[in-house]
């Protein structure tokens, strides 16, 4: 309807029962707690009988948010067959090398299934990453990742990620064609720089 999540959420936090702190928008939760816990708890709900159609609904969605940006991605280029895909972030979240549940892994796998050539940066999580897709090229700086790319998908909100400027997009990348799955960027910076910027809810 062309409202922007940004404005939703910051209504909500008003709310004293909901707060602020788990109303960012995004690619989906992951790492080994939540994924775990949600699902144990429908186990546990079948075993007796139950239906948890609010948990059920949380998992379904969780699961579905994660490849959002790469349906976009494919409608938009209609191929991504020998075409140069730059991803950065590979951990669930920043602070952690942990890639248990990560929104990258599905994002990388699909890429992989549709022909990119992928080449990936994360400043902790590149040697566990290495372990699962030791054919994928892992790069050694931002910079390197993003030269010659035809598109560029974020995954994790890491300090040095977030810094970037709308022109280090432009001046390096092929096509400054950017899938933000975190809400880092403002939008209006990007279309000023002259990056085709697509975010979640925005």
Known sequence: VGANIDDV????????RIGAKFLKAG???GGSCFPKDTKAL???ARQHGITLKTVDAAVEINAAQKTKLFEKAKKRLMTFENMKVAVL???FKPGTDDLCEAASLDNV???????AVLSCYDPVAGANFAKKYPNVTLAASIEEALTGAFCCFVFTEWDEIVRLSPETFRRTMRVPLVYDGRNIFDPDNMKRAGVEY???GR
């Open 89 to 91: 972030g590979l951990a």
């Open 198 to 200: 697509y975010s979640i």
């Open 42 to 44: 429908t186990f546990l």
């Open 109 to 115: 796998s699909l890429l992989l299934d549709h022909g």
């Open 9 to 16: 959420a910051e209504g909500m936090r008003y709310d004293p």
């Open 27 to 29: 690619v989906g939760y």
